[in-house]
């Protein structure tokens, strides 16, 4: 399995409150993303990263943010949590775009609800 | 945005069925299809990742098409288990992004 591991796994907060969900991987993968989960969405891109300090917008990125200041950790912060951004977060990995080492591989999920 | 659609949305079958479904993308600036199976309560795991037009691969009893030119792709179960229930989800990688684009799943129930 690859190593990727969320934090944390399951989060209420109120609405207007900050919240920070973190990804963190130790596959050295170029290459994070986060997506969210809603039902008859799939998965939609919020945002993602091809290197340290490059990031860029996903589908969905409208009150998001994220920051990767090493390989290894991705986060997504939303700076004033609102009830449409409950869902489940799900970070992925992949060593390279396309071709196949551009196989996604995807952390456990972090299940948010916004009050 | 690119438009990526799986039909249908849900399918139930009896098991030992053979099912199939498809996943239509964009035909111009192809440049990657993968599909990914999720079980409830997973994470999406990788099946195929199909880069040539036409391709197929298979895995065990899931095989997979793809077809660029007209901007498709099919899944195959044969002899469908109990075990295969799972969303399938396709996803595109067009030659000018960075990032994929999934389609919304296609949910299979196999039923004992």
Redesign the interface.
């Known amino acids: 399995d690859a190593g990727i591991t969320q934090s944390p796994r399951h989060k209420v907060t109120e609405t207007g409150t900050p919240v920070t969900l973190r990804c963190h991987q130790t596959e050295n993968h170029r290459y994070m993303y986060w997506y969210r989960q809603d039902p008859g969405h799939g998965l939609r891109l919020i945002h993602y990263s091809y290197g340290v300090k490059d990031t860029d917008k996903g589908e969905v990125s409208d009150g998001y943010s994220v920051s990767r200041s090493k390989t290894e950790d991705f986060l997504l912060t939303l700076e004033s949590a609102t009830s449409s951004q409950t869902s489940v977060y799900f970070c992925a990995i992949s060593e390279s775009i396309g071709g196949s080492a551009g196989e996604l591989f995807f952390g456990e999920g972090s299940r948010l609800t916004v009050l | 945005?690119l438009n990526v659609e799986q039909s249908p949305q849900s399918l139930h079958v009896q098991e030992g069925d053979s099912t199939n479904f498809t996943c239509s993308f964009p035909s111009s600036n192809f440049?990657?299809l993968?599909w990914?199976r999720w079980e409830t309560a997973?994470?999406?795991?990788?099946l195929f990742?199909m880069?040539l037009n036409g391709d197929e691969k298979k895995k065990g009893r899931i095989s997979a098409t793809l077809n660029t030119k007209e901007g498709y792709s099919y899944l195959y179960i044969k002899g469908s288990q109990p075990e295969d229930s799972a969303t399938y989800?396709c996803?595109f990688?067009s030659g000018s992004a960075?990032?994929?684009?999934?389609?919304?799943?296609t949910q299979l129930t196999v039923l004992p």
């Open positions: 945005i440049y990657a993968h990914y997973k994470s999406p795991e990788a990742v880069t989800l996803a990688l960075r990032q994929l684009t999934f389609g919304s799943g």
